[in-house]
């Protein structure tokens, strides 16, 4: 089955630039010019992947990456930028992007993430796939349910998103392996770009404020001073 990606681009060179890649790639390009609009055509269903300028008219690029991470149902967000700060990266990334592309760009590496976002999704519909088979578990008053994705803290439900899930299913299935931020990326995120760690603290710090009884004091998800984290053994 061909794989569609919505581009959402106002700037006609880059736009069209993206969609020939995509389709050099097998897949179907869609391009829209407005925040607003692409927003619309993804409500609408049928989107493999989005590829979002971050400054659109109509609604900026983080606005509609918020947008898409409140719909049911994970599609991978491809974030495009004329900037390079940290915090611009950060905000992306933590709006519910996936990955995070500054312009100008090379084809050859937009191809690669492309293809590495993919690989990610594969990889989460073989481990939905496993989760569902596996039985709950539980650990000094930490109960994971991974056939219902839902997560009990001494019987209260925490609401966690679908990556930081993932995240503590990770580590609750690996009990009192460490695991370096690299290594975190490459399993949960799939992908391990350099600079891209602090992705990983920003949700082991959300994950914590949501189990942890004191977030300052985690007895779940340690930290290992000077190599990474791992779950309670």
Not at 38 to 48: A, M, N, S, T, Y
Not at 203 to 223: C, G
Request: charged share 25%.
């Amino acid at each position: 089955m061909t794989r569609t990606v919505l581009i959402i681009e106002d700037n006609p060179g880059i736009g069209e630039l993206v969609s020939m890649q995509i389709k050099d790639l097998g897949m179907q390009p869609v391009l829209v010019d407005r925040g607003d609009d692409g927003l619309e055509r993804f409500q609408k269903g049928g989107i493999d992947l989005v590829v979002l300028d971050l400054m659109l008219p109509g609604l900026d690029g983080l606005s509609v990456c918020r947008e898409i991470r409140v719909i049911p149902g994970y599609v991978p967000v491809l974030m495009l930028t004329a900037k390079s700060t940290e915090l611009d990266r950060v905000l992306g990334l933590e709006m519910g992007a996936d990955d995070y592309l500054t312009k100008p760009f090379s084809v050859a590496e937009l191809a690669a993430r492309i293809k590495a976002l993919f690989r990610r999704v594969d990889a989460l519909s073989s481990r939905s796939s496993e989760q569902a088979k596996a039985e709950e578990l539980e650990v000094d008053g930490l109960r994971i349910d991974p056939v219902r994705r839902r997560v009990f803290v001494h019987g209260s439900e925490a609401e966690l998103t679908a990556r930081e899930f993932d995240l503590l299913w990770h580590f609750a299935c690996h009990r009192g392996r460490v695991f370096s931020r690299a290594q975190l990326l490459d399993a949960v995120w799939g992908y391990n770009h350099e600079g891209y760690e602090h992705t990983v603290n920003t949700h082991i710090n959300r994950l914590r404020n949501k189990v942890e009884s004191n977030p300052a004091e985690p007895r779940y998800v340690q930290t290992v001073w000077g190599v990474g984290y791992r779950f309670l053994d």
